[in-house]
T-cell receptor, first 116, second 113 residues
Framework: EADIYQTPRYLVIGTGKKITLECSQTMGHDKMYWYQQDPGMELHLIHYSYGVNSTEKGDLSSESTVSRIRTEHFPLTLESARPSHTSQYLC???????????????FGPGTRLTVT | GNSVTQMEGPVTLSEEAFLTINCTYTATGYPSLFWYVQYPGEGLQLLLKATKADDKGSNKGFEATYRKETTSFHLEKGSVQVSDSAVYFCALHGSSNTGKLIFGQGTTLQVKP
């Protein structure tokens, strides 16, 4: 059973507000990821981290930012929320299983964000 | 670059029907392949995986075989249940140490009683 947590699960907020989506894992994984999931269910990688003080932008451009000060914590921040940010946000972490390049990702339950 | 293509949904089946969801991939080297499932309102859960050619992953009655010759990893189940209704994602991890997965677009399965 993977131990990765996201809060809040649901958030409705007005335009222009600053928000932080929390993600924590207790598995000691170095690698963590944020995905944005559109209504068609497709997943888009927006940020990832290889470890403390390491963050990179993903394949989909995002106005959000992330930080990784502690191994277990990978929060995502939107400085000024807009309706276009309305989406489902999923956090994940990964570990090597089996061979050297065989990774497995574990996902949190997601945060459904609605910006009005 | 690496990519994953899944059959488009939604797939609608009656209970106890046979399920196939097609997945093909493009990758260099020897990727690991995965199927994830997402139930309504939840995150993704790993359903099964295969790390080398001809491996068969299986879990909860679902199976998929890593076919390098056809670059495929089709998901099958002999008899679906209403509780299998979910979105299914095929994914690959290439030959690197990034841990980044390449996901297909997802296939929605609806099983009717």
């Amino acid at each position: 059973e993977a131990d990765i947590y996201q809060t809040p699960r649901y958030l409705v907020i007005g335009t222009g507000k600053k928000i932080t989506l929390e993600c924590s894992q207790t598995m000691g994984h170095d690698k963590m990821y944020w995905y944005q999931q559109d209504p068609g269910m497709e997943l888009h990688l927006i940020h990832y981290s290889y470890g403390v003080n390491s963050t990179e932008k993903g394949d989909l451009s995002s106005e959000s930012t992330v930080s990784r000060i502690r191994t277990e914590h990978f929060p995502l921040t939107l400085e000024s929320a807009r309706p276009s940010h309305t989406s489902q946000y999923l956090c994940a972490s990964s570990e090597v299983v089996g061979g050297a390049y065989s990774y497995e990702q574990y996902f949190g339950p997601g945060t459904r964000l609605t910006v009005t | 670059g690496n990519s994953v293509t899944q059959m488009e949904g939604p797939v609608t089946l009656s209970e106890e029907a046979f399920l196939t969801i097609n997945c093909t991939y493009t990758a260099t080297g020897y990727p690991s392949l995965f199927w994830y499932v997402q139930y309504p309102g939840e995150g993704l859960q790993l359903l099964l995986k295969a790390t080398k050619a001809d491996d068969k992953g299986s879990n909860k009655g679902f199976e998929a075989t890593y076919r390098k010759e056809t670059t495929s990893f089709h998901l099958e189940k002999g008899s679906v249940q209403v509780s299998d209704s979910a979105v299914y994602f095929c994914a690959l991890h290439g030959s690197s140490n990034t841990g980044k997965l390449i996901f297909g677009q997802g296939t929605t399965l609806q099983v009717k009683p």
